[in-house]
């Protein structure tokens, strides 16, 4: 059975930062792309960040600079570093990981930040 647990959302003052996490575990953990998504209400899910299994990385560009996303293969996990977060960051955040039609997402954690 394929889990993806995320944790560390919460509240924040603008300007703060929160570092999430999620725990993959069903799946060879490093054959897999691996993706944090937000979606804040009346909007469209978003993907914020990306790494593949080779290590490369993009960002949507409201993030970059600010976000970063990491994964350790020895223990399966992948977090997300958030810096300077501001209201617009407001969401409930989903950690994904894809393999060409495997595509498997967690049930998110809430992010927000008062201004």
């Known amino acids: 059975q394929v889990q993806l647990v995320e944790s560390g959302g919460g509240l924040v003052q603008a300007g703060g930062s929160l570092r999430l996490s999620c725990a993959v575990s069903?799946?060879?953990?490093?054959?897999?792309?691996v993706n944090w998504a937000r979606q804040a209400p009346g909007k469209q899910r978003e993907v914020v960040a990306t790494?593949?299994?080779?290590?490369?990385?993009n960002y949507l560009d409201s993030v970059k600079g600010r976000f970063t996303i990491s994964r350790d293969n020895a223990k399966n996990t992948v977090s997300l570093q958030m810096n300077s977060l501001k209201p617009e960051d407001t969401a409930v955040y989903y950690c994904?990981?894809?393999?060409?039609?495997?595509?498997?997402w967690g049930q998110g954690t809430q992010v927000t930040v008062s201004s």
């Open positions: 994904n990981a894809k393999r060409n039609w495997m595509d498997y």
């Open positions: 790494m593949t299994i080779d290590g490369s990385t």
């Open positions: 069903g799946v060879r953990f490093n054959s897999y792309s």
